[in-house]
Structure formats: structure tokens, C-alpha cells
């Protein structure tokens, strides 16, 4: 089984993982589990710190591949199937 994070989970994964769902920590627990994340997160995360609705500690695209490498997280592209 995979996850998908969207990306206020994965906002919340970086300041607060006790505030995700009880199945979405446990999976975070499991290295089993597969975790993934869509490039269009870092998108979206960028727009929101450009906007000031935001504040990171780091640049957004550092931002975004620290918590790829750190949670261990599979990035999923965006595709022209996906992004139409």
C-alpha cells in the first residue's frame, strides 16, 4: 500500500506530524509503507511563501527536498495527464 501526501500533509509532516491523521503517522512509522509526494507540492508551497501566507526557514525548493529526504518520501511528477 502507498500514501499520497497533498500538501498541507505535507506542511504539517515538517512543523507538526502529530497533527496528521492517525493512519498517515503510522505510516510514517512503517518502512514498509510507501509515502509519496507530487513535484506540484513544491509548486504550490512556493506560491504560498511568494504570497506571505507561509514563512519557511529555508528556501522553498531546499524546503521541499530536505523533507523528501528526510521522511524518505517518493516524488511523483507531474505529467501533462496530470497537470490537464
Known amino acids: 500500500m502507498s500514501l499520497l501526501l497533498d500538501t498541507c500533509a505535507l506542511y504539517a509532516l515538517a512543523e507538526d506530524p502529530r497533527s ?41 525548493w531546499v524546503w521541499f527536498q530536505r523533507l523528501v529526504k528526510e521522511f524518505n518520501l517518493i516524488e511523483v511528477p507531474v505529467s501533462a495527464a496530470i497537470a490537464g
Open 20 to 60: 496528521l491523521s492517525p493512519k498517515v503517522q503510522q505510516a510514517l512509522q512503517r518502512q514498509s509503507q510507501a509515502l509519496h509526494v507530487s513535484a506540484i507540492s513544491a509548486f504550490e508551497v512556493a506560491i504560498k511563501v511568494r504570497k506571505g501566507g507561509v514563512v519557511l526557514p529555508l528556501a522553498p
